[in-house]
């Protein structure tokens, strides 16, 4: 039991394992805060350039590798389960938009596949709890867009964050 204070007391339960406090539970949330032209037919690496928070330095916002992160990366030092969301907002011309969360350069989840009319904005979101061991498991926002397009480049419209939920 901890006290705080006169008569506040907080009871802590046994536990074997990780006890997690909020210090070491890495979070962050970034956004893309300028456009993006997203290819043909292909996946693209989303520029998140911007950072609302980040509780534990393991986002990098820059596109080259800085230090063990790779380019628009989060790279948790903490092993555990997160949960990931990834909101992406484009522009293209009748076809379809799909966002995409990536685990060590590799597609791990696909959200939702938007048709989009020509010239319209339309947004995709991608979410799923993700397996982070804490040194070398990192992620990325990733889109699929059936034709070239732009990336809506402001906090409201693509957005990408993470927060532990529970230790390894």
């Known amino acids: 039991q901890l006290a705080s204070g006169t008569g506040n007391l ?6 074997t394992g990780t006890a997690m406090v909020s210090g070491n539970m890495p979070a962050f949330s970034a956004y893309q805060n300028s456009n993006q032209s997203y290819s043909s037919g292909v996946s693209t690496l989303i520029n998140f350039q911007a950072e609302n928070w980040d509780t534990a330095s393991c986002f990098n916002n820059t596109g ?3 230090g063990s992160i790779p380019a628009y990366a989060f790279l948790p030092n903490v092993a ?8 992406v907002r484009a522009n293209n011309t009748n076809n379809e938009s799909q966002a995409a969360i990536y685990k060590n ?3 791990w989840c696909n959200g939702s596949c938007i048709n989009i009319a ?3 904005n339309a947004g995709s979101t991608a979410s799923s709890i993700v397996y982070l061991n804490g040194t070398t498991d990192y992620i990325q926002g ?6 070239a397009g732009t990336g809506s480049g402001n906090n409201q419209s693509t957005q990408f964050s993470a927060i532990m939920v529970r230790g390894a």
């Open 80 to 87: 555990g389960y997160y949960q990931v969301n990834l909101l």
């Open 118 to 120: 020509s010239g319209t």
């Open 10 to 15: 907080v009871t802590i339960p046994s536990v």
């Open 142 to 147: 990733y889109v699929y867009n059936g034709s």
């Open 105 to 107: 350069g590799s597609a």
């Open 64 to 66: 080259s590798t800085v």
